[in-house]
C-alpha cells in the first residue's frame, strides 16, 4: 500500500508544467493504479486511454526567427497611423504604398490597435520585412520578394499548453480561496462563469466549500505567456459535487459538461446579475439568507452598486415594464407558460420594450433604488405557476439542458473520463495528505 501512496504522491503532485502529454499519462496511469491490484507492476501494459483533445493554435507557417535582420520596433501610440510610424523610421510614403498594395480584405496592416508592437526588418538599410505583432503567438508580416513585390502572410507560433492544477478550500471568500491557490482573478471570474447557471455564487457559497481546477498555460520557448483554459473543474458547493469539463462539439462549440455531458448552461442563470460588479463586496453568507427573505418577502436581494446591469435570468419576452408601487421600476419576463421572473427598483431599464424576446444575459435593466428601497439592489423573484420559488430548489422541474446527443457523447467520454480520472486523483490525493497530517 506505500508503494501505492508514493506512486499515487509523484502522480498528483506533478511538477509546475507538466505537459499536455503528461496529464493524459497521468491520468491514465492513475486510472490503472485504481484498477490493477496493487501488488502489479504492469502499467506499461496500459489500456490506450485517448489523449483528451486540448485546443491548440493551428500553425499556418511556423515562424522562423531569422536572426539575419536588423530589427527596430515601434509601439503603436494613440493617434499613429502606418504613415507616422513609417516617416518615424525615415521611410518613404513610396514604399509605404507599396508595402499596402500587398493588403487584402483579410489581411490588413494599417488596422492598428494602441499599444501593439511593430517590428520593421532590415537587410542593411532595405526594408525587408514588416511584422505587426498582434499576440505573442500571431503575426501578420508583409515580406518582400526576391522581385521586391510585397506579400502579406499570418505567421503562428505553437505555444506549448502546461496543464496545472489548483486546490482551494473557501474560508472566507472564493477570490481569496483562489488567490492562496495561486490563481490569477480572471481565472476566478471564469470559474464563477462556468458554475453560474449552478451555482448562486452571491448567496450560496459555504464555508468550506472546495474546488479543483485543471487549466492551461501557454508557453512559448519555455517562457510563461498566458494562463489559457479552464479545461476541467470540480466544485464542491454546500456538500454538493458538481463536475464541470471543457468540450468542442464536432459542430465546433465549446462549453461545459458534467460527468454525463448534461451542459452547465441551464435554462436558468442563478444569479441575475453581473457578478464581477458584486464581487468587491463579496462576503460568506453566515446562514442561508435566501431561504429567509424568500419567505419574509418572497425573493432574493443582491445589494450591488446603482447602474450594475441586470441580466435576463432566461431566454422569454418581456411583459411589463412600468413603475410599480413599492417595486419602483420594475420588469417582468415570462418563461414558457408557467415561470415568470421579475426584477424590481431598478434606477433605468434596458433596450427591450413590452413584447420584446430577450435572450438570457441580455441586459433588461440596471441596479437602482427606485420604490421601497432603502439602498441600491436588485429585488429578483422566481415565480413558478403563480407562486413564489427558490429557482434552485425548483431546478429539477425547469426545463431541462442541453445534454449531448448519443453519437457526441462518445467522444465526450474519450475527452473526459482522463480529465475525471485526473480530479479524482486531486481530491484523493488532497485527503490522503489530510489524514497524514492528521495522525
Ligand atoms: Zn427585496
Redesign the pocket.
Known sequence: MRALLKRLDTLCHPFPGIHVLGVATSALLITVVMLWPETSESETNAPGLPIPAIAKTVAKTILNDDPVFRVETETVQTGDSLSRLFSRQGLSAQQLLEVTRAESKALKLSRLNVGQTLEFRYDGEALKELAVIKTPFEQLVAVQDSEGQWQLEERVKEADIYIEHARARIDSSLFLAGARAGLPDNMIMELANIYGHVIDFVYEIRQGDEFIVTYEKRYLDGEFIEYGNIIAAEFINDGERYVAIRYTDTAGDTGYYDESGVSLRKAFLRAPLNFRRISSNFKLARKHPVLG?MRA?K?T?YAASTGTPVYAAGDGKVTYRARNGGYGKLVVIKHGNNIETRY?HLSRYGKYRVGSKVKQGQVIGYVGATGLATGP?L?YEFVVNGSHRNPRTVLDQLPKAKTLASDELARYRAVAEPLIASLEAQRTHAELALQTTAR
Open positions: 427573505l418577502h425573493g436581494d424590481a439592489h429585488h
